[in-house]
T-cell receptor
Framework: RKEVEQDPGPFNVPEGATVAFNCTYS??????FFWYRQDCRKEPKLLMS???SGNEDGRFTAQLNRASQYISLLIRDSKLSDSATYLC????????????FGTGTRLTVIP | EPEVTQTPSHQVTQMGQEVILRCVPI?????FYWYRQILGQKVEFLVS????????KSEIFDDQFSVERPDGSNFTLKIRSTKLEDSAMYFC???????????FGQGTRLTVV
């Protein structure tokens, strides 16, 4: 089973739509969780960290369900500039020093 | 805003040649990483480095690869004898603490011909 699994998409949504991405991880000892975005042929950029209580940053909301080993990202009021690949990233247990990336979910926001 | 910088942005090399990819991590960060991304595939962990030694490495990071922090600012990845399958984008990243968010450089696109 892969460390991190995401629906690759693509998701094509109109401007203003709400879209949700899901991600599951296999290692129950995983400690830290993040969403990154990656534009075509660019580096991954941190979008937000994901906390157990859930967290929100403007139009973006992230949720973590440790019992189900499930992470989500909700984007409200989609903008054209949100078009990118969204990467679910998980850090292993305490003492490990690497990040595991999902394959990413491709989002295209259509005018 | 502090950032991770990588040079060169693009490197073309012949199979069997050695390449060195260079990175300057964010200055107050303590943990350094190399990742690679083959075109169309996911970002893959290669190696992490802390306190002047490798802390973890993946199966990809075999004897052909090595890392070094030659001075207080640079962090390098060396591939001794490149293969065609080493063609990829190589990303350097750094973080303040273990298991926290990592910040990535813009990458070096390595093409082995």
């Amino acid at each position: 089973r892969k460390e991190v699994e995401q629906d690759p998409g693509p998701f094509n949504v109109p401007e203003g739509a709400t879209v949700a991405f899901n991600c599951t991880y296999s290692n129950s000892a995983s400690q830290s969780f993040f969403w990154y975005r990656q534009d075509c042929r660019k580096e991954p950029k941190l979008l937000m960290s994901v906390y157990s209580s859930g967290n929100e940053d403007g139009r973006f909301t992230a949720q973590l369900n440790r019992a189900s080993q499930y992470i989500s990202l909700l984007i409200r009021d989609s903008k054209l500039s949100d078009s990118a690949t969204y990467l679910c990233v998980v850090s292993r247990q305490t003492g490990a020093n690497n990040l595991f990336f999902g394959t990413g979910t491709r989002l295209t926001v259509i005018p | 805003e502090p950032e991770v910088t990588q040079t060169p942005s693009h490197q073309v090399t012949q199979m069997g040649q050695e390449v060195i990819l260079r990175c300057v991590p964010i200055s107050n960060h303590l943990y350094f990483y190399w990742y690679r991304q083959i075109l169309g595939q996911k970002v893959e962990f290669l190696v992490s480095f802390y306190n002047n030694e490798i802390s973890e490495k993946s199966e990809i990071f075999d004897d052909q690869f090595s890392v070094e922090r030659p001075d207080g600012s640079n962090f390098t990845l060396k591939i001794r004898s490149t293969k065609l399958e080493d063609s990829a984008m190589y990303f350097c990243a750094s973080s303040s603490y273990m298991n926290t968010e990592a910040f990535f450089g813009q990458g070096t696109r390595l093409t082995v011909v």
